[in-house]
């Protein structure tokens, strides 16, 4: 084992990093993971807030319906936007899951306790066949 690992020094390293970069995620407040059809069920049952946290070009391109924007570079100073849902449980998403967790971790230190990660991102939302709209 010691001699593959000295040979695959570069790869070895970067399995290290992805791993920890993972872990790291989900102690940050990323394991509030829910997959596209539990988030349909959120605001279908608990009226959920949809949240956007994408750049305005990809939110342009094709958003989950209902949904808010705020762009990640603008939560801290649009916050008071959501204070009124504050109550209700929110989905946040973006492209794949990174933007989103970041958003997660504001939202929480600002109060707000029911967030929710969508893993995957909007992606993941296309991919299981759901809509997005441009309206």
Known sequence: MLEFVQQNVIWVAL????????LWSLVKGGGN????????LLVNREDAVVLDVRETGEWNGGHIPNAHHIALAQLDKRMVELEKFKGRP?????ASGG???SAIT???????EKVFNLSGGVGAW?????????K
């Open 106 to 112: 504001a939202l929480k230190r600002a109060g707000f």
């Open 99 to 101: 933007r989103s967790i």
């Open 15 to 22: 399995a290290v990093v992805s791993g920890g970069m993972l």
């Open 126 to 134: 296309t991919d299981a066949n759901l809509p997005l709209t441009t």
């Open 33 to 40: 993971g829910i997959s596209p059809a539990e988030a349909t």
């Open 90 to 94: 929110i989905v946040v998403y973006c």
